[in-house]
């Protein structure tokens, strides 16, 4: 089941990169340096929604990309 949700997210942002949409790839930024999940961002309950450091992140890495990509007006 996670192999299958992997290779999903991996063709979204391969979709995006090569139709040149604007993505927040948290899924990268968000895995150890041997390629898993990092469990501090991952629900210790269920093992699938984000933990409350996860969302901090998520929305750090969102706030960070509409600035630094000017996507509102200041």
């Not at 093992?47 to 706030?63: A, K, L, M, R, T």
Request: charged share 20%; no cysteine.
């Amino acid at each position: 089941m996670a192999e299958e949700r992997i290779s999903y997210i991996k063709n979204h942002i391969q979709f995006a990169v090569s139709h040149n949409i604007p993505l927040v790839n948290i899924y990268q930024k968000s895995l150890t340096e041997n390629g898993d999940g990092n469990m501090i961002y991952i629900n210790p309950t269920d093992d699938i929604h984000p933990s409350f450091v996860g969302v901090d992140f998520i929305e750090h890495e969102i706030g960070n990309f509409i600035y630094d990509e000017k996507i509102l007006p200041h």
